[in-house]
């Protein structure tokens, strides 16, 4: 199978991949497909790549001890793992091994023109979850990585998930249909679709100065670096893959999904999320899981792990920690 060029020459990228380490450190369900792996690594901080059987490459971070449980994290659209730095870092430290990828068409990931959709997204967790024999992860998804994570725990192999978090979470469906008459009108997300096709770069800058972060709301104070991080890792991903994402997180149903879930789930929420509104989504995800708790956080935004990380990185700790 033909392998898409990097943006770098290989030894480039590799070299890059070294120094940023280097800075760090001083229910029957569809078997997943196969992987090959390719890997670069500085002490206990390993940056690489997951090969999918379709010939995708999944970029990934792993750090921290090698025996040490690992949370996995799966991030939000458009973005990319880097949205998860401060769990990272604050995870990192209280000994535990924390790993993020891209999902594909994010990030640094293979920017794919096809596959781009929740059975898809899963599998790929699979690959990387098999390629690094995980046992007794935590998995914690943002936004549209909940949906992932319910998708991938709900097919996982026995043993390779301990718990998992659903945060902001899109499940356990946006779109408003005859069987969810609280959800979103499908022109909301058709007016995604238009304002993404017409000016993709100004809509990365509109939507974390506004509805993601609160910065709307009255009384706000916008952070330009939070809003430019966002943008800048929005414009990283492939355009035709986080269009087609759209369709993904607003029109995939969960249901059976959190439904075939046994282990623990914490559902984490903010009541003034302005993206996945509370109301539609985290009450009903905690009632249709066999073992789910709800937390609600009064006033918060969906973008809460970056506006609030003390208060959730706390309730997140105590929660691996019961």
Not at 48 to 60: A, P
Not at 207 to 213: D, N, Q, T, W
Not at 272 to 294: C, E, H, M, R, T
């Amino acid at each position: 199978m033909t392998r898409n060029p990097p943006i770098f020459p290989d030894a480039t990228r590799r070299g890059i991949l070294i120094a940023g380490g280097a800075a760090l450190t001083a229910t029957m369900l569809p078997p997943f497909p196969a992987l090959a792996d390719a890997t670069t690594k500085q002490g206990d901080f390993i940056m690489s790549y997951v090969t999918t059987s379709d010939g995708t490459e999944i970029f990934y971070k792993d750090w921290g001890p090698r025996e040490a449980q690992a949370i996995v994290f799966h991030h939000g659209w458009p973005l990319s793992s880097d949205d998860w730095d401060s769990q990272m870092m604050f995870f990192l430290d209280k000994g535990f091994r924390v790993i993020a990828h891209d999902r594909r068409g994010h990030g640094r990931s293979t920017q794919t023109f096809t596959g781009n959709e929740m059975d898809t997204y899963a599998a790929d967790v699979a690959a990387l979850t098999d390629q690094l024999d995980l046992k007794g992860a935590i998995h914690v998804g943002h936004s549209t990585g909940g949906g992932e994570v319910a998708r991938y725990v709900a097919r996982a192999k026995p043993g390779r998930v301990a718990k998992a978090v659903l945060i902001g979470a899109v499940p356990p469906l946006m779109v408003k249909t005859e069987a969810n008459p609280g959800g979103l009108p499908i022109e909301v997300f058709d007016g995604f679709r238009a304002a993404f096709l017409a000016n993709r770069a100004q809509f990365f800058k509109d939507v974390p100065s506004g509805p993601f972060y609160g910065y709307n709301r009255p009384g706000a104070t916008p952070s330009q670096g939070v809003i430019e991080n966002w943008w800048r890792q929005g414009m990283m991903g492939g355009a035709k893959a986080h269009y087609d994402c759209i369709k993904a997180f607003s029109e995939t149903d969960f249901t059976e999904d959190l439904k075939a879930i046994s282990v623990p789930v914490l559902v984490m929420h903010g009541d003034d999320d302005q993206i996945v509104p509370y109301a539609d989504s985290a009450p009903l995800s905690a009632k249709l899981l066999k073992n789910g708790v709800l937390k609600t956080y009064p006033g918060f935004d969906h973008g809460m792990c970056t506006t609030h990380p003390d208060v959730i990185n706390a309730d997140l700790l105590a929660f691996f920690q019961s």
